[in-house]
C-alpha cells in the first residue's frame, strides 16, 4: 500500500513569494492534516480537512496561508506571501476517519524563506 | 488545548540496552489517545506505538512497551534491546478522540552508542 505522498521535498524561496506544497493521502482515507514543524519543535496542526470539508482551521494564519481538497484526495497548502518565520517542514498526514483514528504521515517538505 | 511535555530533550543508550523516555500531559477528558512516533533524521514520521486512555492494559510493540500512569498523566515508552536503527527522535503526542487532532511534546533525540 501506498503511503502518503507529498511534493516537492524541499524548496527555497525569498520572503513575500509565493509557494505551494501538494500532498495525496492514502488510498481510501477520508481525513487529511497539514502540520507545520519549526526546527526544534513538534508538529502543529494547521488545518483538517474530513473529505472536502475542513474540520478545523483554528490554527491557519488565514491572511497568508490557504489549503483545499476539492475533490476530496489531493489537497494544496499555499502561502502568499510568505515570511521568514514560515521556515518549516510541512507534513501531511491521512487517517481512514475522523475519529481518533491513527494518523500516516507524508516524508514531508522543508520550505527555507530567505 | 492540551499540552504534553517531553522533559528530555536528548537521550543516549548503549546498542542492546534499555532504555525510557518519559511524557506528561494535561487534559481535563477521561477519553482521549496517546501515541509515540518516531522521526529518523530527514525521513518521514512513524507511528511506534498506540494506547487507548480506556484501557488498563500498556500497549506493547516488539521491543516498544509503554508505561500509562491515567492518574499521573504520565505516558513513558521503553525501548528494549536498543538497535542502530532506533536512533531518531521521538515525539509523544495526545488525540483528542472529539475532533483527532494531534498535540504534540517537542521531541526526545535518542543516540544509539554501538
Known amino acids: ?114 | 488545548a492540551q499540552t504534553v511535555t517531553q522533559s528530555q530533550p536528548e537521550m543516549s543508550v548503549q546498542e542492546a540496552e534499555t532504555v525510557t523516555l518519559s511524557c506528561t500531559y494535561d487534559t481535563s477528558e477521561s477519553d482521549y489517545y496517546l501515541f509515540w512516533y518516531k522521526q529518523p533524521p530527514s525521513r518521514q514520521m512513524i507511528l511506534v506505538i498506540r494506547q487507548e486512555a480506556y484501557k488498563q492494559q500498556n500497549a506493547t510493540e516488539n521491543r516498544f512497551s509503554v508505561n500509562f500512569q491515567k492518574a499521573a498523566k504520565s505516558f513513558s515508552l521503553k525501548i528494549s534491546d536498543s538497535q542502530l536503527g532506533d536512533a531518531a527522535m521521538y515525539f509523544c503526542a495526545y488525540g483528542d478522540p472529539g475532533a483527532n487532532n494531534l498535540f504534540f511534546g517537542t521531541g526526545t533525540r535518542l543516540t544509539v552508542i554501538p
Open chain 1, 1 to 114: 500500500e501506498a503511503g502518503v505522498a507529498q511534493s516537492p521535498r524541499y524548496k527555497i524561496i525569498e520572503k513575500r513569494q509565493s509557494v505551494a506544497f501538494w500532498c495525496n493521502p492514502i488510498s481510501g482515507h477520508a481525513t487529511l492534516y497539514w502540520y507545520q514543524q519549526i526546527l526544534g519543535q513538534g508538529p502543529k496542526l494547521l488545518i483538517q480537512f474530513q473529505n472536502n470539508g475542513v474540520v478545523d482551521d483554528s490554527q491557519l494564519p488565514k491572511d497568508r496561508f490557504s489549503a483545499e481538497r476539492l475533490k476530496g484526495v489531493d489537497s494544496t497548502l499555499k502561502i502568499q506571501p510568505a515570511k521568514l518565520e514560515d521556515s518549516a517542514v510541512y507534513l501531511c498526514a491521512s487517517s481512514q476517519t475522523w475519529n481518533s483514528d491513527t494518523q500516516y504521515f507524508g516524508p514531508g517538505t522543508r520550505l527555507t524563506v530567505l
